[in-house]
């Protein structure tokens, strides 16, 4: 089972930029999808973004202009650059890799939090 670890989350101001990071316990170029996610108080977890093997990417409608998603594979790390955050941004936010044979592996999460 691969490991997961998630950092960089924290609290700020709306408008401002945080960049979250989830480091694998192994080689991550080959999995064939990983992503972060996010769940708020109260609500279901959503899909933030994720990013194939061959590097496509996909953003939800609501973080799209303003999130990057990126890796380093030679660091086993999946990024997230968040810029431009809205108080409707708070939660946690996990990263998940999914394998080409189904199984997905997720990180415990770090918070968000974006005050006004």
């Known amino acids: 089972q691969l490991q997961l670890v998630e950092s960089g989350g924290g609290s700020v101001q709306a408008g401002g930029s945080l960049k979250l990071s989830c480091t694998a316990s192994?080689?991550?170029?080959?999995?064939?999808?990983m992503g972060w996610y996010r769940q708020a108080p109260g609500k279901e977890r959503e899909l933030v973004s994720t990013?194939?093997?061959?590097?496509?990417?996909v953003y939800s409608n609501s973080v799209k202009g303003r999130f990057t998603i990126s890796k380093d594979n030679a660091k086993n790390t999946l990024y997230l650059q968040m810029n431009s955050l809205k108080i409707e941004d708070t939660a946690v936010y996990s990263c998940?890799?999914?394998?080409?044979?189904?199984?997905?592996?997720w990180g415990q999460g770090t918070q968000v939090t974006i005050s006004s």
């Open positions: 990013i194939r093997v061959d590097g496509t990417t």
């Open positions: 192994a080689y991550i170029s080959s999995i064939y999808r």
């Open positions: 998940a890799a999914e394998h080409s044979w189904g199984a997905i592996d």
